[in-house]
Every structure is written in C-alpha cells, then in structure tokens.
C-alpha cells in the first residue's frame, strides 16, 4: 500500500513535468479551461433559475444534487483519466505490451500514469454549488448524514472508474471499445438530476444496470432528508464493490485475450 | 533456464470483402478463420546463452517474444523460465527478465532520459547503492553520460537504443530479450550495441534471447541459433553446423558473350556432382553455379568454364550466412 502511494506521487510529478514542458500548450490549456467553466457556471444559473422546484425538490436541494455529482465525477477524471485512451488506442495499437512487462499490476499501472489535471476545474465547480446551495438551504446540517456522504464519495468514484475499467477492457477482444465508454459513461448526465423526474425504464437502468444514480441522486437525497437511508447508503457500497468485482474480472480475462499488435 | 514445450498461439481473423460493402457485410456476418502463428514450437537454453531467434518477417518470433515475456498467453504448449510460468505469475516474473522492442520504445517520451531511470528504480525497488552501480556500469558500456539529461524526444535513434537497452538492464535481470535491437541503425551504432549486449553478457552472466534480420549480429553475438517459418521451427543448433553444412558450397557468378554457349557447359557429368552439389541457374546472360568445392575444385571448375567458353565478367564467391539463410528460407533445412 505504501509502495502504491509512493509510485502514485512519482508518477504524479512526472506528468506534472511533462506538462511544464510544454509551457505554451500549458497556458493556452489552462486560459481555455478557465473559459469553459466559467461558461458552464452561466449555463447552470440559466437553468436552474427557469426551475422553482422539481418532483417535490426545491431549486437549492436540485443544485446540492448536482454540485454533489460532480466530486465523485472529478475525482475520477482525475486520477483514472487514462483508461479511456485503453478503449480508443493503447490495445488496438498493441502499446498495451508495456503495462503488461513491469512488475506492478497493469491496471494500477495504466490509471497512475495520467494525472488529469483539467479535474479540479470540476471538483471546484462542485464544492462551489454545494457550498453555496447549503448556505441557501440554511437548515442545521446533519453533521451524522454529512459524515456518512462524505464516506460515500470513494464509492461513488468506484462505480465510475468501473464502468471505464469494464468497457475498456471490452477492447481486449474487440481491439476498440472507445465509443462503448462514451456511450455508457454518457449515461451519468442523468444522474445529476433526482431520479424521481424520469420514467421507470430508465430509473431501473441507472439505479441497477449502468448505476450512476448511486454517484449522486441517492447519496445527496439522504444526506438532504434522511429518507431510505439503508438502501441509499449500503446500496452505493455494495453496488461499487459489485461493479467493481466486475469490472476486474472482465479485465483479468482481457488480459488473457489480449493479442498485441505486429511489430 | 529457459525450457519451451510445444508452444502455440492462434489468432482468430475475421475476413473481410474488400471495399466498404465488405466491411459492412462483416460487421453483421463475421467470418472468421484461425491462423496458427506459432504452432508447437519447443527448445531449451542454458543459462549464459545468446540464442539468435531469426526466421522472415512474419514467422512467429515475436509473437514467441510476446509469449515469453508474458504479454501473451500462449493457446497451448507450455513455457518455464527460471522456474515460473510467464503469464501465470507475470507481476513476479517480470521483475527477472528485461525487455526491448526495437520498434518501441519504454522510455519517457517527454522527460530527461535520467527522469525515466528514477522511475524505473522506483517500479523494479532498486536500492540506491545498487542504482548508483548499475548506472555506472551501463554508463561504461552503453555511454549514457552525453545525452542523459536530454529529453527523450530529441535523441537519435541510436542513442534512444542504447537507452532503451540501459531501461531493461537496471533491475539486473536474469534473462534479457531483445526483439530487434539494432533495427535502423547505422554500422558503428551497430557494433556498439553488439559489444555493449555481449559485455553484458560476459560480465553479469545475463542469458540473451536475441531476434533479427541483421546477420552480422548473428554471427558475431550468438553460438547458437532458432530458426523459425512459418510459426515452425526449421533449424536449431549451432551457428557452425549450418556453416560447415552448407559452407563448402561456392557460387560462380558469369556473363555470357554469347546467349548459346551455355549448352556447351556441362557440369554434372564433367565433375560427376549430384543434384545436392550442383545448382545452375541463368537468366540467359548471367549465370549462377553453385557447386560443392569438395567434390570439385574451385581452380577446375574455374578452368573448365574458361576453357569451354567466352565469358565477359566472372567471380567466385564464399557461400556466407546469409546466403545459407537465404536457402533455408527458401527451400527449408
């Protein structure tokens, strides 16, 4: 465990390196970034001030639900930035081979080498909507629940990073599962939203097929009133942990099938 | 040290039409069929061997790399080197064995080439005191010392080679594979990895698995040789044997003055050599003997073709490893 942390600061401040040395692409990067946050941030305030309330949830608690979704969203896209590029051209191009001839596990290894720094834009844009929809909401925090939700967060970042380890690992098979990944992960614009505004097909998907609404809807709706507390909260753990068991033995197999490339 | 036992690989290939329509057609109604690209192959090697793995562009060797280095699981057969099976136990067994594909590299492709040696310090849990001698052995051998604070990028592609052998030597690795080390490189650059890989080899007693079509680092670095065609293993054995095989024969190269002189020209019978001995072919000016110079002397034949016609240009040339492969290739062992 240790030894993973050490490797992870390492592999941290090579990227970090590796970003310094491009010093124009790196300004130009962080200028456009800025831009489109602060874009998003309009965005947000556009829509939300055309809804006074939604399915029984007030304004404030819909904008606590979607500032909550983006943490575990960042934190993904953080820290296992790189499996997308699995799926779109490491396998198909037979890259692969270099993660498989080090001896450390080779999915720690592909998800260690890309710290993606673009992620805190999101993580920041999240605590400011949560900060600020709490401020409006002004009841007394459940300091218990709050607790609780904070527990949740490294659950919720699981079930993204497995959905991305699951359908990249498609690719050992099929040599291109990119396009899978977008399809699927495209599924978590729903779970921004409380799920009681949808119909119940796709309500049952993203609570059990592709269960994004574990990253957000049903963490932040307990949090916010305390209400299906054993199924929000041991549901977001067990769910991750099975996707997630999933999500590694498909990779295991892939391994197994993967094929390299001519060289 | 390194035993393999009928090892074999199958591809599945889905075959396509060609053209878009193709495509399409396959994308509903795949058709697939196997391709054998190893198919049972077994040798050993002892430990502080070079063993040259060669056969033409597409026999199978590096897929016997790949399967060797645990990058793929073989579809039967078996392979055991020093005790453990690759890709069973592949996080523990990669931390003996170094790997270089010449095609590409493992280098940080944006870093200072030193910036790579720390982190693979850190993944292979080298200790500093051993870092510090590793590095300053590769140094000796490989000089490294002019270009290890450039990045990655900018160094020529001899230089990216000698830092890529460098990247899979500094765990100190039992057995070292090179896939194509000296591909693209210039002659001087060649004779340097070529002595690099065999100090190496002499100093720390590294056993080398070593692919290529150059043959001059065949005859140079390794004893012994595979040849593999077609997934099928056509020769093993020592370098020599082939040589001693085929090393008598010579090759008389002529022109002809004349189109229809060749017909005066009987050798066979003239030095009764049998089929084994004898190859002519001619393209109607130029003419190729091969011919076994124990059974007849390079003088004689020499001047029985000078005597019997009028040739414009002739040469006599010493059947080298590459013309021996060259055969091999073409008509197998």
């Not at chain 1, 006074?52 to 909550?68: M, N």
């Not at chain 1, 970042?157 to 498609?170: D, F, G, Q």
């Not at chain 2, 039409?17 to 090697?45: C, M, Q, Y």
């Not at chain 2, 199978?60 to 099976?85: A, D, F, R, Y």
Request: proline share 3%; hydrophobic share 45%; net charge neutral.
């Amino acid at each position: 465990m240790k030894r993973i942390f050490r490797l992870h600061r390492i592999f941290i401040s090579q990227h970090l390196k590796r970003l310094m040395e491009y010093k124009v692409d790196f300004t130009v990067g962080a200028i456009g970034f800025l831009l489109g946050q602060a874009v998003e941030i309009l965005f947000i305030g556009i829509i939300f001030s055309q809804i006074p309330d939604l399915a029984g949830w007030t304004f404030d608690e819909i904008l606590f639900i979607y500032g909550f979704s983006l943490i575990p969203k960042a934190i993904d896209h953080m820290f296992f930035d790189n499996l997308w590029m699995i799926g779109y051209s490491i396998v198909r191009k037979g890259d692969f081979d270099k993660y498989l001839t080090r001896p450390i596990n080779s999915l720690f290894y592909v998800t260690v080498e890309k710290f993606q720094v673009d992620a805190f834009g999101e993580l920041l844009m999240g605590i400011i909507l949560i900060t600020y929809s709490l401020i409006r909401i002004s009841g007394n925090i459940m300091w218990q629940r709050a607790l609780i939700l904070l527990l949740l967060v490294p659950f919720a970042v699981l079930i993204y990073t497995s959905v991305k380890i699951l359908t990249s690992a498609i690719s050992f098979w099929t040599k291109q599962s990119g396009h899978i990944t977008h399809m699927f992960y495209a599924v978590n614009d729903f779970a921004k939203y409380p799920v009681t505004i949808y119909n119940d097909f796709i309500k049952v998907i993203i609570t059990y097929i592709i269960p994004f609404a574990f990253t957000a809807y049903y963490p932040a709706s307990f949090f916010l009133r305390g209400e299906n507390g054993w199924f929000c909260v041991l549901g977001t753990v067990l769910i991750s942990l099975a996707l997630f068991g999933i999500s590694l033995i498909v990779w295991n197999r892939g391994i197994k099938a993967y094929e390299s490339a001519g060289s | 040290m390194i035993s393999v036992q009928n090892l074999r690989k199958e591809f599945k290939k889905t075959i396509k039409e060609p053209g878009l329509k193709g495509s399409v057609k396959s994308l509903f109604k795949p058709k697939t069929e196997i391709i054998t690209a190893v198919d049972n192959i077994s040798f050993e090697v002892e430990k502080g061997e070079i063993l040259g793995f060669i056969g033409p562009n597409g026999a199978g060797k590096s897929t016997v790399i790949k399967m060797l280095t645990g990058i793929l699981t073989p579809t039967s057969g078996e392979c055991m080197i020093n005790g453990q099976i690759p890709y069973k136990n592949r996080k523990e067994y990669v931390k003996e064995i170094g790997v270089v594909f010449g095609q590409r590299t493992q280098l940080w492709w944006d870093l200072a080439l030193r910036e790579t040696y720390a982190v693979l310090k850190e993944i292979y849990e080298v200790s500093d005191k051993d870092y510090k001698e590793r590095m300053a052995f590769l140094n000796e051998v490989l000089d490294l010392e002019s270009f290890i604070t450039s990045p990655v990028r900018t160094l020529s592609l001899g230089q990216r080679m000698r830092a890529d052998i460098a990247a899979s030597m500094l765990h100190n690795p039992k057995v070292l594979f090179l896939d194509e080390p000296t591909i693209g490189l210039d002659v001087v650059v060649k004779d340097n990895i070529r002595r690099a890989i065999q100090k190496i080899n002499e100093e720390e007693g590294t056993t080398v698995i070593l692919t290529t079509h150059d043959l001059s680092d065949i005859e140079l670095l390794c004893n012994r040789i595979v040849m593999i065609d077609k997934g099928k293993k056509v020769y093993d054995g020592p370098i020599n044997d082939l040589k001693h095989k085929y090393g008598q024969m010579r090759e008389l190269c002529f022109e002809l003055k004349n189109q229809d002189a060749l017909s005066a020209l009987d050798y066979a019978k003239t030095f009764s050599l049998s089929d084994d001995d004898l190859a002519v072919d001619s393209d109607g000016v130029e003419v190729k003997v091969r011919f076994n110079s124990q059974k007849a002397s390079v003088q004689e034949v020499l001047k029985y073709t000078l005597n019997s016609i009028d040739v414009s240009d002739i040469s006599v040339k010493d059947a080298d490893i590459e013309e021996i492969i060259r055969r091999i290739y073409k008509e197998g062992v």
